[in-house]
């Protein structure tokens, strides 16, 4: 999680992160704004959102997502 904030470029697209960042939804990579916008138009981002919410349901904060 220190990485998330201190890192300087996207995980999936090398992008400059000063314009913003965020956690994937499907792993713990650190993705620009561009990225995320292609995650949401996932077939399986819906999935990845209920299990993430799931998790925290039952009091796992540190979900690692569905995929690797
Ligand atoms: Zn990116």
Known sequence: MDKFFTQKNCDRCGKDLSSGRIMSMFNKDCICMDCK??????????????AEHEAVKRGNLNFPGIRK
Do not use: N, Q
């Not at 138009?41 to 990845?48: G, R």
């Open 37 to 50: 916008e292609k995650e949401r138009e996932d077939p399986e981002y819906k999935k990845a959102a209920d």
